[in-house]
């Protein structure tokens, strides 16, 4: 591996920037790291430059730990977004300054300088200053400059940023040429879909100092497994879906005793099907609506559907825009021969269906607030916890106040207190495997103690992974055991624990620092949840025996209140 | 623009006006009192003129004033470079205090300074004492000179290199970094030819002023002839004795020098965004 990070943290003010990133790197590989801006990329580049100190995770390149070298002894290779050239020194002094630093003789510069220019196709540039040379030309010359000393890892910090669109163009090509003859190691830094698609072997898509996601750009894009990625790359209607059995329907059942599974599926606009009859056969049929709005865009023609709330499909983002209280607007778009073989006009009613839809495997598809009073039910809807929380997660949070027969299709939301325990139990026994029971007015935690049960199964970690990417917090992975247990025994403790954060890691792309305690379940969970005073707590329940009872009637009834996300997986579920 | 001609380059009206008023004030305020100094020194036979201007006490006088004006500027180059680095740099309480009192010695009468420097430096005096013990002596002695024209020169030195710090952008250092070069290698290869042209800026400023500074010198110095005795000083004493053409030999001669300094401040300036490229055609 050319650079392998892992557990990378970075604080700022003691809020996570970059947050437990793991990553491997193949020799000769480019991996761009997509995001927006704020997301903590440029911050997690500079990390492994040695520009910036980490708090904690280790860097590694070419399997020699760099994490305590400086910057200047670790052989990379940087170029920044407005190019960083020396201004008093001409295109030859800035490409031999890491020669020069070096003390290479003048000979061996020159002959390095010549191959570079011709590199960067800049040949008899060489006594030219920096301000006498166009954008695309700095640029060029600083990465000319970042590849004399031959690193080990090139990394590129927005390099096109500052450039127009035809110039940027050009450069990804040079750049990419560049990368692919000298095969070297690089990460590139960039919030634009079109430059990762353009240039990645690999994507990683970094969102709120996490990495969400890393994979292949047709894969990513065609199977993202979270909701941010789908959106994030390209554009996706999100909506929710219910299964039933084998069978995929889009219409929220309407007898509630019928458990069905709630899913969010991703329909790509130009996936979308749209006919003034009835489907073509063998798509699955989404709805009915009515074209809003017809945009020619060259080959291709984009359409917005307008959808009713109640005759079809539900979005999994509530608030997109054009959407009020009854209605919503689908995405599709068509080519240019769809287009001419089936015209359509605005006002015309359609039938709406999917040649391919993805099933996003997420556990958590929207949230149900379960209250008996109207007025709590607002609050918790209101609360800055769960408000925040459906907001990144774009999800959707419907409130029910009524008794029902089974637990909701999405996960449920209970206010802590007195009698909270009991209708946990209630809804984990009709229905549902997930609970979410907040104190009223709850704040998003800046701790979330992970805590499974006997055995770590991949549902409960993919519940906690789903969690864990949309706040960003501290996080640890705890086990705890009997503070008996004989000390050849504990090393199987430690490794079940470990065998758990890494098949998070497999599974759900979600990295967990560990921590192994040995005592009093109860004490040692309180002691680690009393760390920070903002914390929560994922609790993975394997039986629902006395014990298990009382102890959660500790955690959701009082007296100290927090967040508890409870996740029932029965042995043997997995 | 073709050579010679003069062209309103704006569309608002009073050009006329304002480039009238210009001139007029110009002339007024600067170039008629200068143009009669040079009248004045110019009726004086040449002989007679260069006996004036190289004589025993003028040429002393000389030697200090652009010999302890060199040295001032020099030491004000080394500290407002560390002072401005502070400044820029770092950030600490009562930054912005430390930053006005800079200016303090633009703002404040130079005879302010000069009596101030003179009762802390006298033998008798807070400072003065103290530095007697260990057999320095400063008031009244050239040592006293320099040490009024670097309290003197200090903003000008701070005031040019700090925006120039400023631009020395973090991506450069981290750059320079990145490349294999060590925090001394950052210095002396990145940060200070970048400030190198502001740098020279300011020590020109500041031994400009220096030749020409009076008020804070005088109290300081002692005023010994051919010892302590300053040019500014001199014109003035001659002026005292009725010596006429020997002051205005003496003002002639500042007032080339002036103009010299002037022309040099001008050229290094020219020369420092000619080094970064700038002002040259694309």
Known sequence: MSIALDQVTKRY??????????????????????????GGKSTLLRAIAGLVEIDHGRVSLHGRDVTAVAARDRGVGFVFQHYALFRHMSVAENIEFA??????????????????????????????????????????????????????????????????????????????????????????????????????DRIGVMHQGRLLEVGSPDDLYARPRTRFVATFLGAANLLLGYRCGNELQFERPADEAVTAREIVAVIRPEEVELTSGEPTSGL????????????????????????????????????????????????????????????????????????????LPTPISSFTVIARDAAVAAALNDSPFLSTLAARMQTRITTRTTRTASAPPGMPVLAAGPGASAAALWNL?????????????????????????????????????SLLRHIPAESVLLGIHDGTTPARERASCLRILLEARARAQVE??????????????????????????????????????KAETARLAGLIEGPRLRPVLLVHSPAGSD | MPRGRIVAPSPLPGFGLTFGFTAFFLSAVILLPLAALVIRALEIPPGELLRLLVDERALASYRLSFGAAALAAAINAVFGFVVAWSLVRYDFPGRR??????????????????????TVFSPSGWLGERLALAGVQVAYTRLGVVVALVLIGLPFVVRAVQPALVEVHRDLEDAAESLGAGGF???????????????ATGFTLAFARGIGEYGSIIFISGNLPFETEITPLLIVTRLEQFDYAGA???????????????????????????????????
């Open chain 1, 429 to 465: 026994a009709h229905g549902t495997s997930q609970v979410l029971i907040l104190p009223v007015g709850a704040e998003l935690p800046s701790r979330i103690v992970v805590l499974p049960g006997a055995e770590a199964g991949v549902e409960f970690l993919g519940v906690a992974a």
């Open chain 1, 99 to 200: 020669l020069r630093v070096r003390r290479m003789n003048r000979a061996d510069r020159l002959a390095r300088r010549r191959e570079l220019l011709k590199l960067i196709a800049l040949e008899d540039m060489d006594e030219r200053m920096p301000a006498q040379l166009s954008g695309g030309q700095q640029q060029r010359v600083a990465v000319a400059r970042a590849l004399a000393h031959r690193p080990e890892v090139l990394l590129l910090d927005e390099p096109f940023g500052a450039l127009d669109a035809k110039i940027r163009e050009e450069l990804r090509r040079t750049i990419r040429r560049i990368q692919r003859e000298l095969g070297i190691s690089t990460i590139l830094v960039t919030h634009d879909q079109d430059e990762a698609f353009a240039m990645a």
């Open chain 1, 284 to 359: 699955t049929r989404v709805g009915s609506g009515v074209v809003e709005e017809l945009q020619f865009a060259g080959a291709t023609e984009r359409l917005r559907v307008r959808m009713t709330l109640e005759a079809g499909p539900i979005p999994a983002t509530p608030d997109r825009e054009g959407a009020d209280g009854n209605s919503w607007l689908l995405d599709a778009s068509r080519t240019f021969p769809e287009q001419r073989a089936r015209p359509l006009a605005t006002g015309q009613r359609v039938t709406v269906s999917a040649r391919r839809i993805h099933n």
């Open chain 1, 508 to 545: 759900h792309q979600l990295d967990l620092r560990t921590e192994l305690r040995f005592g009093d379940l109860d004490e040692e969970l309180a002691r680690q949840l009393d760390v920070d005073l903002s914390s929560m707590l994922v609790l993975g329940l394997d039986t629902l025996g």
């Open chain 2, 248 to 282: 205005a030999a003496l003002g002639f001669f500042m007032l080339a020098t002036s103009f010299v300094m002037l022309l040099a401040i001008n050229a290094v300036q020219g020369w420092g965004q000619r080094r970064l490229g700038l002002g040259v055609a694309r």
């Open chain 1, 13 to 38: 003010q003691s809020l996570p920037v970059v947050n437990d990133v793991s990553l491997e790197i193949g020799d000769g590989e480019l991996l761009v790291l997509l995001g927006p801006s704020g």
């Open chain 2, 97 to 118: 205090l430390l930053d006005t009192i800079i200016d303090l010695p633009f703002a404040l009468p130079t005879a302010v300074s000069g009596i101030a420097l003179a």
């Open chain 2, 185 to 199: 290698n950052v210095f002396r290869r990145i940060i200070l030819p970048t400030v190198l042209p502001a740098l």
